[in-house]
């Protein structure tokens, strides 16, 4: 497939230029013009990169990827190292950040619940970036816990009474704690997020909702999943996921 064929289809299908993003999202880094092998990951980290060199990749799909607002944009050190790969082994990067998060059905928060069986009803937040649904069945929130526990193989912090019962549900992957103010004020029983922040804790001890922050790569692994199996089947590439284990 052309380089710019991929550039095409991928913001064609996560629709990017609908987003105010905190980085450029789409093809961030050139590499050679076909492409038929891809690595995807959760962040475009040097790890990664080795992992799309030793597999013969010619482009890297990730969620996080480069040039954040408010970084040095200098070209030294851990940056340089890992341009430097990119750009002697002549491979693509493309990074899609909150245009995969909203995805309808490959994005992140939409894999999340698909995984957990989850039935999503409604979006709140910037962007309409949150989500809000319920749970399969009535449950408590020591049971949701264990459920998201055994789903994400990482055991989540639970802030609450886990006897608290369980059927209206807010969840955003990532740093999302700051939706979670909103999502009380919208009736929810729970909110799950990746990150937890200090005052999120004094949020649902005083206002009785349960928060359960299940952290940031573990709730953000499977977009990018699905995102490369579905370019695979729908046109025709080679595309693996490789985890970089992170324990945030």
């Known amino acids: 497939m052309k380089r710019e064929e991929l550039v095409s289809y ?14 450029p999202n789409g093809l961030q880094v050139e590499g050679r013009a076909e492409v038929t092998r891809v690595v995807a990951g959760v962040t475009a980290s040097q790890v990664l990169l080795d992992a799309a060199v030793a597999r013969g990749a010619d482009a890297v799909l990730v969620h996080h990827g480069y040039f954040w607002k408010g970084e040095d ?24 950040h909150l245009p995969l998060d909203a995805h309808p059905e490959l994005g992140n928060n939409a894999q999340l619940a698909s995984r957990l069986g989850w039935q999503a009803d409604g979006r709140f937040g910037e962007q309409d970036i949150a989500w809000l649904g319920r749970v399969g069945a009535a449950t408590t929130a020591g049971a949701l816990a264990g459920q998201v526990a055994g789903g994400l193989a990482r055991t989540p912090m639970l ?4 006897q608290r019962p369980i059927s209206r549900l807010g969840w955003c992957t990532g740093g999302a704690q700051g ?20 005052q999120t804790v004094h949020l649902a001890r005083e206002s009785g909702i349960a928060y359960l922050a ?11 999943a699905a995102l490369a199996a579905h370019l695979s089947a729908q046109c025709g590439l ?10 945030v």
């Open 10 to 23: 991928l913001d064609g299908l996560l629709q990017p230029a609908k987003f105010r993003d905190y980085c």
């Open 159 to 162: 802030i609450g009474d886990p």
């Open 73 to 96: 944009g200098r070209v030294t050190g851990i940056r340089r190292n890992r341009l430097k790969t990119l750009l002697e082994h002549d491979i693509n990067l493309f990074a899609y």
């Open 179 to 198: 939706y979670f103010e909103q999502a009380i004020a919208l009736g929810v029983d729970a909110f799950i997020s990746g990150e937890i922040s200090e």
């Open 238 to 247: 080679h595309c693996e996921f490789v985890d970089v284990d992170n324990p």
């Open 214 to 224: 299940c952290g940031h790569h573990a709730t953000e692994r499977y977009g990018v």
